[in-house]
Protein backbone atom coordinates (compact mmCIF):
# COMPACT_ATOMS: atom_id res chain seq x y z
CA UNK A 1 0.00 0.00 0.00
CA UNK A 2 1.49 3.55 -0.89
CA UNK A 3 1.57 6.21 1.71
CA UNK A 4 2.48 9.33 2.25
CA UNK A 5 2.60 10.72 5.82
CA UNK A 6 3.04 14.50 6.76
CA UNK A 7 4.03 15.23 10.18
CA UNK A 8 5.16 17.91 12.04
CA UNK A 9 2.64 20.69 11.67
CA UNK A 10 1.47 22.60 14.28
CA UNK A 11 0.33 26.24 16.23
CA UNK A 12 3.77 28.71 15.99
CA UNK A 13 4.12 32.59 16.20
CA UNK A 14 4.95 34.55 13.38
CA UNK A 15 9.07 34.45 12.93
CA UNK A 16 8.97 31.08 13.95
CA UNK A 17 10.16 27.57 12.77
CA UNK A 18 8.56 24.62 11.70
CA UNK A 19 10.36 21.44 10.30
CA UNK A 20 7.61 18.98 8.83
CA UNK A 21 8.44 15.85 7.18
CA UNK A 22 6.78 13.23 4.80
CA UNK A 23 7.55 9.84 5.15
CA UNK A 24 7.48 7.39 2.07
CA UNK A 25 6.23 3.69 2.00
CA UNK A 26 4.68 1.34 -0.79
CA UNK A 27 6.74 2.42 -3.29
CA UNK A 28 10.22 2.83 -4.82
CA UNK A 29 11.00 6.20 -2.83
CA UNK A 30 14.64 6.72 -4.79
CA UNK A 31 12.28 6.90 -8.37
CA UNK A 32 10.21 9.32 -7.67
CA UNK A 33 10.50 13.29 -6.87
CA UNK A 34 8.49 14.90 -3.32
CA UNK A 35 6.87 18.19 -3.65
CA UNK A 36 5.34 20.05 -1.19
CA UNK A 37 2.02 21.77 -2.04
CA UNK A 38 -0.48 23.75 0.53
CA UNK A 39 -3.59 25.00 1.05
CA UNK A 40 -5.77 27.75 2.83
CA UNK A 41 -8.87 27.75 3.72
CA UNK A 42 -10.48 29.16 0.65
CA UNK A 43 -7.62 29.16 -1.61
CA UNK A 44 -6.59 27.03 -4.41
CA UNK A 45 -3.62 24.59 -3.78
CA UNK A 46 -0.50 26.24 -4.42
CA UNK A 47 2.89 24.50 -5.08
CA UNK A 48 5.66 24.93 -2.43
CA UNK A 49 8.40 23.48 -3.11
CA UNK A 50 10.02 20.22 -4.92
CA UNK A 51 12.87 18.24 -4.09
CA UNK A 52 14.09 15.93 -7.42
CA UNK A 53 15.25 11.67 -7.11
CA UNK A 54 18.13 12.69 -4.90
CA UNK A 55 19.24 16.24 -3.55
CA UNK A 56 20.84 17.50 -6.19
CA UNK A 57 17.86 19.03 -7.57
CA UNK A 58 15.73 21.61 -5.72
CA UNK A 59 12.93 24.14 -6.73
CA UNK A 60 10.90 26.90 -4.48
CA UNK A 61 8.00 28.36 -5.33
CA UNK A 62 8.34 32.21 -4.72
CA UNK A 63 6.27 32.52 -1.52
CA UNK A 64 8.98 29.68 -0.05
CA UNK A 65 12.41 31.10 -1.55
CA UNK A 66 15.08 32.82 0.82
CA UNK A 67 12.69 31.00 3.77
CA UNK A 68 12.15 27.49 3.22
CA UNK A 69 14.92 24.55 2.65
CA UNK A 70 13.85 21.40 1.35
CA UNK A 71 16.24 18.14 1.57
CA UNK A 72 15.72 14.52 1.72
CA UNK A 73 16.89 11.33 2.75
CA UNK A 74 16.71 8.28 0.64
CA UNK A 75 17.92 6.01 2.90
CA UNK A 76 14.49 6.74 5.28
CA UNK A 77 12.12 7.27 2.16
CA UNK A 78 11.64 10.84 4.06
CA UNK A 79 11.80 14.43 2.74
CA UNK A 80 11.81 17.32 4.73
CA UNK A 81 10.37 20.74 4.61
CA UNK A 82 12.56 23.16 7.09
CA UNK A 83 10.18 26.66 7.49
CA UNK A 84 11.43 29.35 9.23
CA UNK A 85 10.36 33.16 9.20
CA UNK A 86 6.96 31.90 8.98
CA UNK A 87 4.54 34.45 8.72
CA UNK A 88 0.73 34.51 9.05
CA UNK A 89 0.17 33.89 5.09
CA UNK A 90 1.88 30.47 5.45
CA UNK A 91 -1.13 28.71 7.40
CA UNK A 92 -2.36 26.38 5.85
CA UNK A 93 -2.24 22.72 5.19
CA UNK A 94 0.82 21.45 3.57
CA UNK A 95 0.85 18.12 1.56
CA UNK A 96 3.80 15.93 0.43
CA UNK A 97 3.14 14.61 -3.15
CA UNK A 98 5.10 12.50 -4.97
CA UNK A 99 6.12 12.61 -8.59
CA UNK A 100 7.63 9.84 -11.22
CA UNK A 101 8.19 12.98 -13.84
CA UNK A 102 7.86 12.87 -17.39
CA UNK A 103 8.86 10.30 -19.24
CA UNK A 104 11.82 11.60 -22.12
CA UNK A 105 13.62 8.64 -23.86
CA UNK A 106 15.35 6.24 -21.31
CA UNK A 107 15.35 9.09 -18.34
CA UNK A 108 12.27 10.58 -16.52
CA UNK A 109 12.65 13.95 -15.74
CA UNK A 110 10.80 15.50 -12.85
CA UNK A 111 8.13 17.88 -13.09
CA UNK A 112 9.56 20.31 -9.71
CA UNK A 113 9.52 23.08 -12.40
CA UNK A 114 6.44 23.22 -13.26
CA UNK A 115 4.68 21.80 -9.89
CA UNK A 116 2.11 24.60 -9.64
CA UNK A 117 0.68 23.93 -12.77
CA UNK A 118 1.07 20.17 -13.23
CA UNK A 119 0.18 19.30 -9.49
CA UNK A 120 -2.69 16.69 -10.76
CA UNK A 121 0.13 14.94 -12.48
CA UNK A 122 1.65 14.15 -9.23
CA UNK A 123 0.93 10.19 -8.58
CA UNK A 124 0.68 9.85 -4.77
CA UNK A 125 -0.42 12.59 -2.03
CA UNK A 126 -0.93 12.78 1.62
CA UNK A 127 -3.26 13.46 3.70
CA UNK A 128 -2.14 16.68 5.25
CA UNK A 129 -0.71 18.38 8.38
CA UNK A 130 -1.94 21.71 9.50
CA UNK A 131 0.55 24.76 9.64
CA UNK A 132 -0.83 27.82 11.86
CA UNK A 133 0.93 31.10 12.43
CA UNK A 134 0.10 33.32 14.65
CA UNK A 135 0.47 36.83 14.24
Known amino acids: EVQLVESGGGLVQAGGSLRLSCVAS????????IGWFRQAPGKEREGVSC????????HYEDSAKGRFTISRDNAKNTVYLQMTSLKFEDTAVYYC????????????????????????????WGQGTQVTVSS
Open 97 to 124: AADKGVRVGWDYVPRCGRMSEEANEFDF
Open 26 to 33: GFTFGDYA
Open 51 to 58: IGYDDSTT
